[in-house]
Nanobody, 122 residues
């Protein structure tokens, strides 16, 4: 499956963005999906994951309440709604897919999108 993330941009602190991840070349509904992010000079870190049925959603502890993950299998798309953005949310955001259930472990994900830059100014 091929993934393409989009929707990043420059936003002021306290603002909102919605990222999209479009999938092609596979059966989107067969995959658990996730968002990771990587800030300059830091390792890529888990943001959120969602099961194929949307019945299970997980978030990094510090992000719960500000970020919401969703998906529409009929549209082969996953979203990440981000509100109350902070400068520390600045990073390249990546979407990823894996077979089986959702997990926060980066090494379990087989397929990756190219990333979309989110910059939050103070």
């Amino acid at each position: 499956v091929q993934l393409q993330a989009s929707g990043g941009g420059l936003v002021q602190a306290g603002g909102s963005l919605r990222l999209s991840c479009s999938a092609s070349g596979g059966t989107f509904g067969a995959y658990a999906m996730a968002w990771f992010r990587q800030a300059p000079g830091k390792e890529r870190e888990f943001v959120s994951t969602i099961s194929w049925s949307s019945s299970t959603k997980q978030y990094a502890g510090s992000l719960k309440g500000r970020f919401t993950v969703s998906r529409d299998n009929a549209r082969n798309t996953m979203w990440l709604q981000m509100i109350d953005l902070k400068p520390e949310d600045t990073a390249v955001y990546y979407c990823a897919a894996k077979t089986g259930g959702p997990t926060a472990y980066i090494e379990h994900y087989h397929y990756w999108g190219q990333g979309t830059q989110v910059t939050v100014s103070s």
